[in-house]
């Protein structure tokens, strides 16, 4: 944005003459900012002693209930009775799932929508030995299956 000579706000601003500061403007300025910057530190300070005060409250409190709750011999062995039930019933899970897949037919569900489903019998493949790599450099043909 340019401005014209005859611009009144220019003219205006030409034509204040220079102000000087006060005696000891600087050291008022320079004393106010210094009082400014203490009560800074000091509120920092308080915020910084409030925070520490709530932490070691809060530990404290911590501690306290911790101690207050510490499980009985009792508590302790029924959680292990309760641990080593569902252990149990994990691994009769685990067995029954393992008893299915032994005489499941394996398939290979490839897709498929409302009318058509397109599986993969698998048991000609599975049934086959694997070829044995004969070096490191070896690879598998899936054709050779």
Known sequence: MTHRADDPLQRALHDLQGTHAS????????EGLARRQARR?????????AATAA???LMVGVI???RETEPTRAELANEARLLLQEHARLESDF??????????VPVLYLGGDDDFDLVLDLAPIIAQPVPA???????L???EL
């Open 95 to 104: 067995e029954a799932l393992r008893a299915d897949t032994r005489d499941a």
């Open 41 to 49: 530190r000091a509120r920092n300070q308080l915020t910084l002693s």
């Open 64 to 66: 306290f209930v911790n």
């Open 133 to 139: 790599a004969t070096g490191a450099t070896d690879t």
């Open 23 to 30: 005696p000891g403007f600087t050291d008022r300025v320079m």
């Open 141 to 143: 043909d899936p054709y």
């Open 55 to 57: 932490v070691l409250a």
